[in-house]
């Protein structure tokens, strides 16, 4: 029996874009596996078949926008005893935590622009729940008012509804815009200078993927919000160049560079929380995470993402340099969950595997410490006035001044430094 497969309930997300198609017409496909890929604007989810059956017809195409409830692909279905099953299992499928946020072009407050590309942080979520009165858990809103918001650049979370069910109606944005042109706190909007480059000579117009502009958006928060300082320090690599060796030997397979300062960083935390916290959106406190999420900024054909290690600070280096493999592989294909990009304390980004000396990450808001790594190089310092060749790994820490002092920072380095120069730090 042919069956039409309409897109399952993907919790308050709609107009999400096709963005792979992994079937073809004719195709045998078993429960379970993905039919097409769909991407919100923090993270691609596949759809996958909820039946045995074979593909008769595909009905959307890459790069259209589709919604709950529309038909993306025909199937004739082998098994039909789940038949009434299949509506209800597609429809409940789909974790309803997948959300997408309208793009923020307005709002550059604190807490309220999180790195979707980098990581995605829950606690943002809580935070704007328990501080903000205006902020719409659940948004209603038809798609004539979501297509004049997206026009406005409204984040319609942070507009009361007055329709009935709190549905945001038309003149709810109307009155959104007075009360942020009247308001004596008008946040800024950044725009670039509006040039004719034709002018000039020769262009192209590239325009962002919804990916890139919602990376776009968050950095431009994260840089207007958090006064960073960087600081930069050199740590002595031998120790963990040598323990590398025996590791990849014993083990006999590949353990990155990283996964060992991944260990070392969240060992350090565990005596500077500070550097896992996250200020309160009303700003008049911070909350110190009892967990260590570590996120790591991975470079792919689409942009950069943040997927973090889940509970780092109770993982062997082993697995950590496992998680780190795993999780990059997954951003390359665009196959990292929400849940992966939820959730994150700390980030290191690592730009180890290639040259260059020292960096000024960014802060992945909500978060307040990131740890920039480059790669490391030779030199030579004195001991007992000889002459010795040592392994230096080059960090830049930025950090959130609102929060940690510069001794802070440094003392945290300090520690790092301790830590990766003793033996006994690798024995978890
Ligand atoms: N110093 C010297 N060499 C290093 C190093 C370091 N700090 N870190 C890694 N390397 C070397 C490794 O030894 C490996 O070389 P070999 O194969 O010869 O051993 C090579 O670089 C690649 O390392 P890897 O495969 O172990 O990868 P990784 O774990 O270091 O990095 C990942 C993984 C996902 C972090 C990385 O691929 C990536 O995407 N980095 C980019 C992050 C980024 O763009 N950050 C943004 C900066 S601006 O905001």
Request: hydrophobic fraction near 35%; charge should be negative.
């Amino acid at each position: 029996m042919k069956k039409v497969i309409n897109i399952p309930d993907l919790g308050d997300a709609d107009n999400l874009e096709v963005i792979e198609i992994c079937v073809n017409e004719g195709d045998e496909v078993n429960i379970d596996d993905p039919l097409i890929v769909l991407e919100s604007e923090k993270a691609a989810m596949e759809i996958p078949a909820s039946s045995k059956g074979k593909i008769t017809s595909i009905i959307v195409s890459n790069g259209d926008e589709v919604s709950k409830g529309m038909p993306f692909i025909e199937m004739e279905l082998e098994d039909l005893s789940n038949l009434s099953e299949i509506e209800e299992i597609q429809s409940n499928e789909i974790p309803a935590t997948i959300q997408v946020d309208e793009k923020k072009e307005i709002n550059l407050n604190q807490n309220e622009s999180d790195l979707g590309t980098f990581s995605d942080n829950e606690e943002d979520n809580k935070l704007s729940a328990d501080f903000s009165s205006k902020k719409n858990t659940k948004i209603y809103a038809g798609p004539a008012v979501r297509k004049l918001a997206r026009e406005f650049g409204i984040d319609l979370s942070k507009v009361v509804g007055t329709g009935p069910k709190n549905r945001i109606l038309k003149s709810d944005l109307h009155q959104f815009n007075k009360e942020i042109l009247t308001s004596k706190t008008t946040n800024l909007r950044l725009d670039q200078p509006d040039i004719d480059f034709s002018s000039f000579g020769p262009v192209t117009y590239n325009k962002f993927s919804k990916f890139e502009s919602t990376s776009l958006n968050n950095l431009l928060g994260s840089w207007n919000n958090i006064p960073h300082v960087t600081q930069h320090s050199e740590i002595e690599f031998d120790l963990v160049s040598k323990l590398r060796r025996t590791f990849e030997e014993n083990l006999d397979k590949k353990i990155s560079p990283l996964a060992f300062i991944v260990y070392a960083v969240t060992t350090a935390l565990n005596d500077f929380p500070l550097l896992n916290s996250s200020i309160s959106k009303g700003l008049d406190g911070y909350y110190e995470k009892k967990f260590i999420n570590m996120g790591i900024a991975v470079d792919t054909d689409y942009g950069l993402v943040v997927p973090n290690i889940k509970s780092a600070s109770e993982l062997s280096v082993e697995q950590i340099s496992d998680e780190i493999r795993s999780l990059a592989d997954k951003a390359q294909k665009r196959r990292l969950g929400p849940d992966q990009l939820k959730g994150g304390t700390f980030t290191i980004s690592s730009l180890g595997g290639f040259k260059g000396k020292f960096f000024t990450p960014i802060i992945n808001l909500p978060e307040v410490a990131i740890l920039g790594v480059s790669k490391t190089f030779k030199s030579v310092k004195m001991i007992d006035e000889h002459p010795q060749e040592t392994e230096i790994l080059p960090v830049s820490l930025s950090y959130d001044h609102r929060i940690i002092n510069g001794v802070y920072a440094v003392k945290f380095l300090n520690k790092l430094d301790d830590i990766m120069t003793s033996i006994s730090t690798f024995e978890r």
